[in-house]
């Protein structure tokens, strides 16, 4: 399973950002899409998930300013990133648990990263 990940960069405080992961490769199920950071020197922290039903879970830090989404058919799920702070700098990883065959196991899977900065 591989996971592309895209639409980082720089933007000022309260500002703006649409990030997106696509999932490809042999993948028979996925149960749960995510997206995880990491600030300079931290480690990596759950921002927002959302299950294949469209359950989703958010970081205390952004609720009510980002909103996951995915599109079950294509294997994609979005983070549209509004009002965006300063500590919201960070490399942002997408995430996936996913079944590989229908008897295979959950694995977890990891984009590459993108770059987020927050200017202030």
């Known amino acids: 399973v591989q996971l592309q990940a895209s639409g980082g960069g720089l933007v000022q405080a309260g500002g703006s950002l649409r990030l997106s992961c696509a999932a490809s490769?042999?993948?028979?199920?996925?149960?749960?899409m995510g997206w995880y950071r990491q600030a300079p020197g931290k480690q990596r922290d759950l921002v927002a998930r959302?299950?294949?039903?469209?359950?989703?879970n958010y970081a205390d830090s952004v609720k009510g300013r980002f909103t996951i989404s995915s599109d079950n058919a294509k294997n994609t799920v979005s983070l549209q990133m509004s009002s965006l702070k300063p500590e919201d700098t960070g490399v942002y990883y997408c995430?996936?648990?996913?079944?590989?065959?229908?008897?295979?196991?959950?694995?977890?899977?990891w984009g590459q990263g993108t770059l987020v900065t927050v200017s202030s």
């Open positions: 995430n996936v648990h996913a079944r590989r065959g229908r008897w295979s196991p959950i694995d977890d899977y």
């Open positions: 490769g042999s993948i028979f199920s996925i149960n749960v």
């Open positions: 959302i299950n294949s039903v469209g359950t989703t």
